[in-house]
């Protein structure tokens, strides 16, 4: 993601020359990024790095290669640890990740605030290895693991008058230094339409590679859309609720020409400011093709049957 004024970071650096630059961050601070561990009794057993165990493989799984941990866990987007790919790496351990609670408010039959441990606990680890395609142009490959949003929303008994879920990523400046400078309206906001919310590919996600989840990809709970530019993919989040009505989202009040309230995954939409018709995949040299819906047309094309897709960027 990148603020109208910025360049961009795929045009002036490519991310691989960028990530061999930079050496890899130590083993210590990866570590002390990561402190939840789902489905645990105490926090003392929350061990930096920790396995997840107990994780069945979920559907959808790509059999592509798969983008090497280092990579995905050191060239993040995470703008309340700073607008760098490299800031929430080395920023993002400020996070106090446990305890967490989750706040289910709006149109539900039972709303509350639950522990993050109460919210997975009834629900199986998956791992899901997905691609994620980020609105730079850049993509990867992450074995993720979590539990489908659908799920974990029926237990809350959405009412008919649910249209919309809106999503809201922890607001304190103090763990979250980025956020002491106004490059986006704090707190981080998503959305997504109800029936996208419900779609078995969609996830919460609390781990990636076998591991609890670091800091720095959105510990201790964060979405992951699959088929829609990575910034949907909203990160260490504390309140979702059911809405009536669309719900604002921060890159399209940031830049509403720039960024959709749909952000499909689309190489015949370009962005106003730089064609999305190919990709980098994260380790690899040659651009390949994005592909629509970022492959996973099978499965949610028909979410969008008779809508411009044009005008609903
Ligand atoms: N709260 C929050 N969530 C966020 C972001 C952010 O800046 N803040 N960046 C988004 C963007 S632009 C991308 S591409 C993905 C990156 O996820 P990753 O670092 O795990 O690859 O997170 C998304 N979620
Ligand atoms: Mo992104």
Redesign the pocket.
């Known amino acids: ?1 990148r603020l109208p004024a910025e360049p961009a970071s795929s045009e002036i650096t490519d991310p691989q020359l960028y990530l061999r630059r930079r050496e890899f961050l130590s083993r210590t601070a990866l570590a002390g990024a990561v402190a939840l561990a789902p489905a645990l009794a105490c926090a003392e057993e929350a061990e930096p790095g920790r396995p997840l165990e107990g994780v069945k493989p979920g559907p959808y799984g790509t059999d592509e290669k798969r983008t090497p941990f280092e990579d ?1 866990a050191s ?6 640890f700073g607008t760098d790919k490299s800031d ?1 790496a080395r920023h993002a351990h400020r996070l106090q990740t446990s305890p967490w609670d989750v706040e289910i408010a709006g149109e539900v039959a039972k709303p509350g605030k639950v522990g993050i441990e109460d919210l997975l606990r009834p629900h199986p680890l998956e791992e899901r290895v997905y691609r ?1 395609r ?3 142009a850049w993509s ?1 490959v ?1 074995p993720w693991i979590g539990i489908p949003l659908g799920n974990v929303l029926k237990r809350f008994e959405p009412t008919s008058n649910a249209k919309y879920v809106a999503f809201q ?1 922890l607001y304190d400046p103090d763990q979250m230094p980025g956020q002491r400078r106004a490059v ?1 309206d704090w ?2 906001v ?1 959305g997504l339409r109800i029936d996208e919310a419900m779609h078995p590919l969609t996830i919460l996600a609390v781990g ?1 590679y076998g591991q609890v989840m670091p800091n ?3 510990a201790p709970l ?2 992951v859309v699959p088929w829609k ?8 989040i504390v309140r979702i609720e059911l809405t009536r009505t669309q719900p604002p989202t ?2 399209n009040v940031s830049a509403p020409r720039e960024y959709g309230f749909y952000s499909n995954v689309n190489p015949a939409v370009d962005h106003p400011r730089w064609s999305q018709k190919r990709e980098r995949r994260i380790g690899e040299f040659r651009r390949r093709e994005t592909l629509p819906f970022n492959g996973y047309a099978e499965q949610v094309a028909s979410l969008y049957q008779g809508m411009d897709l044009r005008a609903n960027f």
Not at 229 to 236: D, Q, V
């Open positions: 993601m995905a060239y993040n987007n995470f703008y309340e929430p994620l980020c609105v730079e990867m992450i990523t986006l707190p981080y998503e990636m720095q990809n959105g964060r979405l530019y990575g910034f949907k993919s909203i990160k260490s921060s890159w």
